[in-house]
């Protein structure tokens, strides 16, 4: 990467800032800060993992909640808090045995019943788990150890759904049978850490502590699954909202781990032999541009088209991640996944983009000048500056693009208003997200009014995305996958930006930090700290 003589100027300023500033913490060294790691995190609002998406609440969920399965580094399910699992010969009932050794952290053990009211639960707002119950014929509860999936027809990627989209915390039976609307608020799991509640200071700090009495497998960390072995007593997550505090505190030993460090700041991250950066998400997300199929223009598919073409997504990438090292275009539907990434139907994809065929196709779509609106999100520096670059780019070609600058909350509310422009919708936004299989992943479904935001609709397309539940290889999946991309790129359901990936800033003393598959954030245990 070139440094430029701003970014040495910025390296001087942030440097000076880890000298001069006071003490972050305030805190004298206590004889076990060497089993205590503070990590400076985003801020957790959601503890109930049913209740949003968000990455860090998934890490609370990780935390605290143990589940069935687990993804290992190839993106494969492993059992977790399974011990033993068949599936009849038929293929429609599946049967669970839990391992030995699984208790809540109030010390009742983990029953059977308490995976099909948390089944159940999640159920209710994962699109993976609304199919097995569309197919389920009954879950039920066999013995204390376990439970029973009855189907009335079978579903091949059942093991995969239970681990795969929102993800799934087996809670007491108590707290899961809260419909999913109602947050579950008593943060006891069964996990490898345990919520310390009286030092929980929100806005500032939350505590998780070691669970001395859970029983790890046996097999080796690899992903999310294999053995959950923490290794020190505390890990702290610190909210400090601004970075360059934030890497003061780093620098000087008060912190150990910054989540999201901002790119400008990167230079004197490895410029400092204490720190090191490194991605711990190794799957990113993809960045896209999501349009509205049920207002003008874009319920026209030229229209739609036009937007493969306008976008440069090296451009695009280089305001909302400027570091290269850890950016790449992408073409697939299924961005960068092993397993399903093609390029089929990708021959519009061209460097720098191609504005004049984006001019012409918006003319053929019978474009008259109609104002387009894109929801711009002031709280999201990548998104935010993404906007007012698709902004520009689309006056450049003659099209009238008008930002409405608003928080992403805000975004989030207005995105779900199918009315026109004059009855508060909208016709752009932009959003990233995370590949899972087409059943899971929200915006891979083009099924009208019941689509995701923007309400995508093929027949075609839905007639493949609906046969992925019942196929049995990996080359069924790939050849279906293949299929799907050739359709959407035809309707455009969406257009993306580029893919990134978000590097963590962290001492080089805090070792066995375990790197992960997909987006989703990643697990605590088996990080310590050395001397």
Not at 34 to 45: C, E, H, Y
Not at 156 to 163: E, F, N
Request: charged residues 25%.
């Amino acid at each position: 990467m070139t440094i430029t003589r701003r970014d040495l100027i910025k390296a001087g300023v942030a440097a000076g800032t880890a000298l001069s500033m006071p003490s972050v913490l305030r805190a004298q060294p206590s004889p076990d800060d060497a089993r205590t790691v503070r990590m400076v995190m985003s801020d957790l609002t959601v503890f109930d993992p049913i209740r949003s998406t968000a990455d860090i609440t998934r890490m609370h969920g990780f935390a605290i909640y143990d589940t069935l399965f687990a993804l290992d580094s190839k993106l494969a399910p492993q059992p977790q808090m399974v011990e033993n699992w068949d599936v009849s010969e038929d293929r429609k009932s599946y049967t669970f045995e839990l391992r030995d050794g699984l208790n809540y952290h109030d010390g009742s053990p983990v029953t059977a019943a308490d995976c099909v009211a948390s089944i159940r639960r999640w159920a209710q707002v994962d699109a993976g788990g609304k199919l097995i119950m569309a197919r389920a014929r009954d879950i039920s509860k066999k013995d204390e150890k376990t439970f029973t999936i009855a189907l009335k027809e079978p579903l091949g990627i059942l093991v995969d759904a239970l681990v795969e989209g929102l993800y799934l915390p087996i809670m007491r039976q108590k707290d899961a049978d809260r419909p999913a609307t109602e947050p579950v608020t008593s943060n006891i799991g069964s996990g490898p850490f345990i919520f310390n509640e009286a030092l929980a200071k929100p806005g500032a700090s939350f505590t998780y502590d070691c669970n001395e009495k859970y029983v790890p497998r046996q097999e080796r960390p690899d992903g999310f699954a294999g053995a959950k072995v923490v290794k020190v007593d505390s890990v702290i997550w610190q909210n400090i909202a601004d970075q360059q505090t934030a890497l003061a505190a780093l620098q000087a030993g008060e912190t150990d781990f910054v989540l999201e460090p901002p790119a400008d700041l990167y230079p004197v991250i490895e410029s400092d032999p204490d720190l090191e950066l490194q991605v711990l998400s190794k799957g990113g997300s993809t960045l896209y541009v999501r349009m509205n199929f049920l207002q003008p223009p874009f319920h026209n598919v030229k229209a739609r088209q036009a937007m493969l073409h306008l976008i440069d997504q090296e451009a695009f990438l280089g305001v909302m991640h400027p570091d290269p090292r850890y950016t790449q275009t992408v073409t697939s539907i299924f961005a960068n996944s092993p397993l399903y990434s093609n390029d089929e139907n990708t021959e519009w994809f061209k460097k720098g983009g191609d504005p004049e065929k984006a001019r012409q196709l918006f003319q053929e779509a019978g474009y008259a000048g109609e104002k387009i609106i894109i929801l711009q999100p002031t709280d999201w520096a990548a998104g935010s500056n993404a906007s007012q670059l698709l902004a520009a780019s689309l006056r450049k070609i003659g099209v009238s693009a008008e930002l409405a600058p608003m928080s992403w909350s805000e975004l989030a509310a207005r995105r779900a208003n199918k009315g026109s422009i004059e009855d508060g919708g909208w016709n752009i936004f932009i959003a990233d997200y995370s590949i899972a299989n087409p059943i899971s992943a929200a915006f891979l479904r083009a099924n009208g009014n019941e689509a995701w935001f923007g309400w995508p609709k093929n027949d075609d397309y839905e007639a493949l995305r609906a046969k992925w539940a019942d196929v049995d290889t990996l080359a069924e999946r790939q050849a279906l996958a293949r299929k799907m991309q050739g359709i959407w790129w035809d309707f455009v359901g969406g257009v993306f930006l580029g893919h990134a990936v978000q590097p963590t800033a962290h001492r080089k003393a805090l070792t066995g930090l375990l790197e992960v598959p997909g987006a989703y954030g990643f697990p605590m245990w088996n990080m310590q700290k050395t001397s």
